[in-house]
């Protein structure tokens, strides 16, 4: 079973600064890592597949980053509705659970 | 445009039976496998298992395995999750989601909340 572990829980960071999220996985999942952004009361949404790829239509201030077992999202200067929680995702070994337990963006 | 649409929120009784909905739109139904993902009050994500509707391949995360059914009907584009009997753990917040052949979501259902109480 692949452990997603995802730090710091919390990151409180002032509008235009910059975020960076990391996720670990503790075993090599290759790229095959996602990131996914969710707000209160929405459904997650998808923002980086491969590791590093935005989905369409998300901004470039969003970049992922690694390979293996870490990873890092970096949100290049936060805007107001970035503030969320933050969640990756391993799809290199399935079935087993595969999310990290997320890292919630607080405005400082 | 892509969508995935689920049904409603539903407040059950332990001991009862339960069968929620997510239903497709906008792609081939039959060609991308389904996802469900449970995420209980303030809590995180967990998958729970896969349906293609294509063909009703079904696989479970062993976390839920006998637990939940998952199932399809492609007739209507429509997939599935069902409880035979709910228990008050089962509260949470439950999404559909497509999946791309990379094994990631691309798009989400809005999610159907799902309260066990006595």
């Known amino acids: 079973e692949i452990v997603m572990t995802q730090s710091p829980a919390t990151l409180s960071v002032s509008p235009g600064e910059r975020a960076t999220l990391s996720c670990r996985a503790s075993q090599s999942v290759s790229s095959n890592l996602a990131w996914y952004q969710q707000k209160p009361g929405q459904a997650p949404r998808l923002l980086i597949y491969g590791a590093s790829t935005r989905a369409t239509g998300i901004p470039a201030r969003f970049s992922g980053s690694g390979s293996g077992t870490e990873f890092t999202l970096t949100i290049s200067s936060l805007q107001s509705e970035d503030f969320a929680v933050y969640y990756c995702?391993?799809?290199?070994?399935?079935?087993?659970?595969?999310f990290g337990g997320g890292t919630k963006v607080e405005i400082k | 445009e892509v969508q995935l649409v689920q049904s409603g929120a539903e407040v059950k009784k332990p001991g009862e039976s339960l069968k929620i909905s997510c239903k497709g739109s906008?792609?081939?139904?039959?060609?991308?496998?389904i996802g469900w993902v449970r995420q209980m009050p303030g809590k995180g994500l967990e998958w729970m298992g896969i349906i293609y509707p294509g063909d009703s391949d079904t696989r479970y995360s062993p976390s839920f395995q006998g637990q939940v059914t998952i199932s399809a009907d492609k007739s209507i584009s429509t997939a599935y999750l069902q409880w035979s009997s709910l228990k008050a753990s089962d509260t949470a917040m439950y999404y559909c989601a497509r999946i791309l052949s990379g094994w990631y979501f691309d798009y989400w259902g809005q999610g159907t909340l799902v309260t066990v109480s006595s």
């Open positions: 906008g792609y081939s139904f039959t060609s991308y496998w």
């Open positions: 995702q391993q799809y290199n070994n399935w079935p087993r659970d595969t």
